[in-house]
């Protein structure tokens, strides 16, 4: 794939026109990184689709590059979004791409503070409310409706244009679909939106559909429990949604793919986010990690039947919730500049082989 990003390369397979001004940030073509421990402790193949690597650090991007250009296309001057945060992120990044006004509705005190600093320097207009994501995205469908603003949810169909791209490239590098997709759930688009791109790839490739596992967490975790959560708790604030919008999306990929979609808890996000980082390397945001905390919840019950090849997807970069990296005892102490108290400090370290 060229470096053009996501309309440019899938331009066949987008709703677009000779208007439709082909923005790009270089969106889309992550990597898909084979994962050593998780695939050794689990007998099966499992691969990461780090999304992380997007421009705004989230699978946002993919989507959010077509529904900006069809809002530019079709004249809107403003652009508005509730958000997480990474949706917030990423509508505001493209938003100034296009030459767009951007505003988006956030609930206060609940949003990473990586995801409001982009933001707040991409230029948006950023109205934190006294209410939860749920209200917020209420709250923009009025917007919406009374004046002339695009909006750049993930109930704007565009925006499940560009992220069902991201099956795509997974069919493409592996050569085929694999047996499971992990995927955390919130709102619900992105598996909407996965099963969308499985779908029209199998009927123009022939290629097999995988089953969907998508993963809530246990405070947030409507589709599980199969009524709506009115005040969703998690950690993983980006997945804290009580009444995800595409609902009858996530249950339509659920049941036509023979899939699952269950809970994990908070201790188990935060374990799976620590063993990316320290087993795999990857750092990645909390509700990103809840795709991996679901696979070791399965092993761990013995329920992952052995050489299946599974991708998980992490969507979000772990620079976005430093709070969250850093709440579990980071404690680092100044030394004197000097040689012998290093190697003294690094000591400490050699039952460990440091030195
Ligand atoms: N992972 C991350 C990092 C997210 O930011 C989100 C959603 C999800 C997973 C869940 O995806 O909503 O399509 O089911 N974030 C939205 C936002 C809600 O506003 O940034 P979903």
Not at 159 to 167: F, I, N, S
Not at 306 to 316: E, F, N, S, Y
Not at 327 to 340: M, Q, V, W, Y
Request: proline share 4%; with cysteine; hydrophobic share 40%.
């Amino acid at each position: 794939m060229s470096a053009h990003g996501v309309l440019e390369h899938y331009q066949q397979y987008l709703p677009l026109t000779e208007k439709t001004p082909r923005l790009s940030l270089g969106e889309g073509n992550t990597p898909l990184v084979r994962s050593t421990a998780l695939s050794q402790e689990t007998a099966c193949e499992i691969y990461f689709k780090l999304e992380g690597c997007n421009p705004t650090g989230s699978f946002k991007d993919r989507g959010m590059v077509v529904a900006m250009a069809k809002a530019a296309e079709s004249g809107a001057r403003a652009v508005v979004c509730a958000s997480t945060g990474n949706t917030s992120a990423s509508a505001a990044a493209y938003a100034t791409r296009a030459g767009l006004t951007c505003a988006v509705l956030i609930p206060s005190g609940q949003i990473a503070r990586g995801k409001l600093a982009q933001a707040y320097v991409y230029g948006a207009k950023i109205l934190a409310i006294d209410g939860n994501f749920d209200r917020a995205l209420e709250l923009t469908r009025e917007l919406g409706e009374q004046f002339n603003l695009a909006i750049v949810n993930s109930i704007n169909p565009h925006r499940l244009e560009g992220q069902k791209t991201a099956a795509f490239e997974i069919v493409d590098e592996l050569g085929r679909a694999p047996d499971i997709l992990a995927l955390p759930v919130g709102n619900a688009g992105n598996i909407t939106a996965y099963w969308k791109g499985f779908i029209e790839y199998a009927n123009l490739k022939k290629s097999a559909r995988p089953k969907m596992w998508g993963f809530q967490a246990e405070g947030a975790a409507p589709l599980v429990s199969g009524k709506p959560v009115a005040e969703p708790h998690t950690v993983a604030t980006a997945i804290k949604i009580g009444n995800p919008a595409s609902w009858s999306g996530a249950v339509r990929a659920r049941d036509e793919s023979g899939g699952e979609i269950s809970a994990v808890s908070d201790d188990e996000i935060r374990a799976a986010h620590a063993y990316l980082a320290a087993r795999e390397g990857i750092f990645v945001e909390p509700a990103s990690a809840a795709s991996v905390a679901g696979i070791l919840k399965k092993q761990r019950a013995g329920k992952l039947e052995r050489g299946q090849t599974i991708v998980c997807v992490l969507t979000g970069n772990g620079l976005k919730d430093i709070d969250f990296a850093l709440a579990s005892g980071f404690r680092i102490e100044t030394l004197p500049a000097e040689t012998d108290t290093i190697v003294r400090a690094l000591e400490l370290f050699s039952e460990n082989k440091f030195l």
